[in-house]
Nanobody, 120 residues
Framework: QVQLVESGGGLVQPGRSLTLSCAASGVIYSSNAMGWYRQAPGNQRELVAT???????NYADSVKGRFTISRDFAKNTVYLQMNNLKPEDTAVYYCDLEIRVPGTPAYNYWGQGTQVTVSS
């Protein structure tokens, strides 16, 4: 059973920084992607940033240049360094682990979510 445990959310002022962490445990197929999605009230869940098991990254346009995703592959942990935070970054942030087994549909595991609030 795969579990994702997130940490690092909170309340921060605009322009400040915050780092989210997500540790995955269990049996994890080697071909995967880990990353972050977010959902603000009244909005759909949207991609923030992902990184594959070979280091390929993908960012939402709204966070490019401000957020950086990284992974510690030995620890099955993904991080999201968020700089110059804006009020519109306020959302529940969810960690995602996508398993990619050749010949089968991708399967996603989700963390419980961590609240990030950007407000003065």
């Amino acid at each position: 059973q795969v579990q994702l445990v997130e940490s690092g959310g909170g309340l921060v002022q605009p322009g400040r920084s915050l780092t989210l962490s997500c540790a995955a445990s269990g049996v994890i197929y080697s071909s995967n992607a880990m990353g972050w999605y977010r959902q603000a009230p009244g909005n759909q869940r949207e991609l923030v940033a992902t990184m594959t098991s070979i280091g390929t990254t993908n960012y939402a346009d709204s966070v490019k240049g401000r957020f950086t995703i990284s992974r510690d592959f030995a620890k099955n942990t993904v991080y999201l360094q968020m700089n110059n935070l804006k009020p519109e970054d306020t959302a529940v942030y969810y960690c995602d682990l996508e398993i990619r087994v050749p010949g089968t549909p991708a399967y996603n595991y989700w963390g419980q979510g961590t609240q990030v609030t950007v407000s003065s």
